[in-house]
């Protein structure tokens, strides 16, 4: 993952329709910002432009990985248990982290989440859809879950949260990816595979299309679920 968060498509593309969502929100630069589970640190080097970064994750190989990409503000916790006081960020951003087999309790972290946030914070969440997708890459990356837009929104009311954008991502690319998911058999595989230059550069754009598309509408399925909620002011 280290590796391919610097050139893969997805990353590239799924970071351009994240990166879109937090330009568009009305308060701009937000001041302080969570990344939790930052893993090894792909995302801290674009969420600066938001506020100052704080990166948490749970594994301390990641972090030192994390570190070594220039990262200075990290922490070693539990997305279930974090080590903040109440209401010390203004951002908080999760992805792909609720889905994972170590998360025993996807409502405690989004609870966690919801209390290190200032009344009037936002949340942005990024987790794989639908549990019929389950495959080999989802043993290599210790998948428990997989979520439905209706699932994720009941989730984050019962964490106090208030929906604003929900939408799937990963669209355009979604039936092939179905296909493959369905006939894939066998051994734990991960999806996350070296393409060619060419390919690489046009499976990105597509997903690029798609931040454009997400900036008005909303997207009706694909291989992930993203979803932009405020704590509300108490």
Not at 3 to 20: K, L, N, P, V
Not at 29 to 47: I, P
Not at 114 to 131: D, E, K, M, S, T
Not at 159 to 184: C, D, E, K, M
Request: include cysteine; aromatic fraction near 12%; proline fraction near 4%.
């Amino acid at each position: 993952m280290w590796r391919a968060e610097d050139g893969h498509w997805w990353y590239g593309g799924m970071t351009a329709i994240a990166a879109d969502w937090l330009r568009r929100l009305p308060t701009g630069r937000t001041g302080f910002v969570l990344d939790a589970g930052c893993g090894t640190g792909g995302n801290l080097g674009w969420l600066p432009q938001f506020g100052r970064v704080c990166g948490v994750d749970v594994h301390p190989l990641a972090l030192r990985l994390a570190a070594g990409r220039g990262c200075r503000w990290l922490v070693r916790a539990d997305v279930q248990a974090l080590p903040f006081g109440s209401g010390q960020f203004d951002l908080a951003t999760c992805f792909d982290v609720l889905y994972h087999a170590q998360v025993a309790s996807d409502w405690e972290a989004l609870r966690e989440l919801a209390r290190v946030l200032r009344p009037g914070g936002w949340l942005l969440l990024r987790v794989p859809a639908y549990n019929w997708l389950r495959g080999r890459h989802d043993r290599v990356v210790h998948t428990r879950r997989r979520y439905t837009a209706a699932e994720l929104t009941l989730k984050l009311e019962s964490a106090r949260l208030r929906p604003v954008r929900v939408s799937y991502a990963n669209t355009l690319l979604f039936p092939v990816a179905v296909l493959w998911r369905l006939l894939a058999r066998g051994e734990a595989a991960s999806d996350l595979r070296a393409w060619p230059g060419g390919l690489n550069r046009w499976l990105e754009l597509c997903l690029r299309a798609e931040a454009v598309w997400l900036r008005r509408w909303r997207l009706p399925f694909g291989l992930s679920l993203l979803a932009l909620a405020r704590k509300e002011s108490e």
